[in-house]
């Protein structure tokens, strides 16, 4: 039931864009996206809901293809800190909020 | 500071030992979530409560349990312990769970060394 995320890890200099992708092979209800910094604990970036509906940071874009059941998180003029290791976290059952996540992507930013 | 607390920090023990990880959810959050992070695995979803009852079940291992306790703190029983269950241990709460979507709020984890 995990997802699988690509890329594994990726390298950009500030201002360049990134996207990370998520993809699984189970239907799905919503996608998380939460970035963690080493050494912290997650944090929630967005949820994008079937059916549209998406709850989260004005500053990050994604979307969310429910008949490919896909996801794509985009990163647009990265900064430094937005260096760390991204998850999507899917949700099969509606409303149970318990996610499954993927082994992450993890993003360096440099100058 | 998400607002949820775990305990204890850092936990050294020895294999077949049993250890318990405590969680204190944010006010007001039903729903508790625990997850095992370890290098080579991310973040592998446990088990989840919802207002005392379990709500579902992710890859745990029958050696661990956990419970929810009336006052909505949550803990997890690790038995028999091995030296593969050396991991990061990370419980989460959300106000969601019980029918609705919302953010997961993680604590800072129990970092737990099997020896």
């Known amino acids: 039931q995990q997802p699988v995320q690509s890329p594994q890890a990726v390298i950009l200099r500030e201002g360049e864009d990134a996207v990370i992708n998520c993809s699984s092979s189970k239907a799905l209800y919503s996608v998380h996206w939460y970035r963690q910094k080493h050494g912290e604990a997650p944090v929630f970036l967005m949820i994008l809901l079937k059916g549209g509906e998406q709850k989260g940071h004005e500053k990050i874009s994604a979307s969310f293809n429910e008949k490919k059941q896909q996801s794509s998180l985009y990163l647009t003029a990265s900064q430094l800190s937005y260096s760390g290791t991204y998850f999507c976290g899917t949700e099969i059952s509606p409303g149970a909020n318990n996610l499954f996540f993927g082994t992450g992507t993890r993003l360096t930013v440099i100058p | ?115």
Do not use: M
């Open chain 2, 1 to 115: 500071d998400s607002g949820v607390t775990q305990t204890p920090k850092h936990l050294i023990t020895a294999t077949g030992q049993r250890v318990t990880l405590r969680c204190s959810p944010r006010s007001g959050d039903l729903s508790v979530y625990w997850y095992q992070q370890s290098l080579d695995q991310g973040l592998q979803f446990l088990i989840q409560y919802y207002n005392g009852e379990e709500r579902a079940k992710g890859n745990i291992l029958e050696r661990f349990s956990a419970q929810q306790f009336p006052d909505l703190h949550s803990e997890l029983n690790l038995s028999s312990l091995e030296l593969g269950d050396s991991a990061l241990y990370f419980c989460a709460s959300s106000v969601s769970g019980g029918g609705d979507t919302g953010e997961l709020f993680f604590g800072e984890g129990s970092r737990l060394t099997v020896l």
